[in-house]
């Protein structure tokens, strides 16, 4: 699959940012294949990422059961060096573990992942999406606002249902 930005081909787009590795594809997550490189990339992304019983590999595959071209990978050289989970109920989006290897941070996978991920909830139909970000993770806050996300003044429930 060839992605594209403003109309343009991907890959051209991509080249013209020096600081992205030349050799770096979105795709979709392949499930089995990639689940275990995306595990040990969220495990190591840092304080934002709480892995919890969803991310188990059977909660992974009933997830891409619904819609598995919500769930995008950065793959540079064969290794997987970031990924974005999304999903759409027909009337909400939700983003769940955006994350970029630590050693390619700052060189735009991350909005690259982004902006797929948007684009793809919106040919859904999806007009509003959400994300949750722990108080502690600057970083994260810092960047999904420079991308014109807006905190919300809300409280967040959960409630384990089995």
Not at 22 to 40: A, H, N, T
Not at 104 to 125: A, D, F, P, S, V
Request: net charge positive; glycine share 8%.
């Amino acid at each position: 699959m060839v992605f594209t930005v403003a109309g343009k081909h991907w890959l051209a787009a991509m080249r013209n940012n020096s600081s992205l590795p030349d050799k770096l594809v979105l795709r979709e997550f392949k499930f089995p294949s990639d689940y275990s490189q995306v595990i040990e990339l969220w495990k190591n992304a840092g304080p934002g990422i709480h892995l919890r019983r969803s991310d188990e590999r059977d909660e992974i595959f009933k997830k891409l059961q619904r819609d598995p071209d919500l769930f995008i990978v950065a793959e540079f050289n064969g290794l997987l060096i970031g990924s974005v989970l999304g999903g759409f109920d027909g009337r909400r989006g939700m983003v769940y573990h955006l994350a970029v290897d630590d050693s390619y941070r700052k060189k735009g996978i991350g909005t690259m992942l982004m902006n797929e991920i948007e684009k793809r909830m919106k040919q859904k139909g999806c007009i509003r999406s959400y994300l949750l970000v722990t108080h502690d993770n600057v970083d994260a806050i810092r960047f999904y606002e420079t991308k014109g996300w807006e905190q919300m003044d809300l409280l967040i429930y959960g409630k384990d249902l089995d």
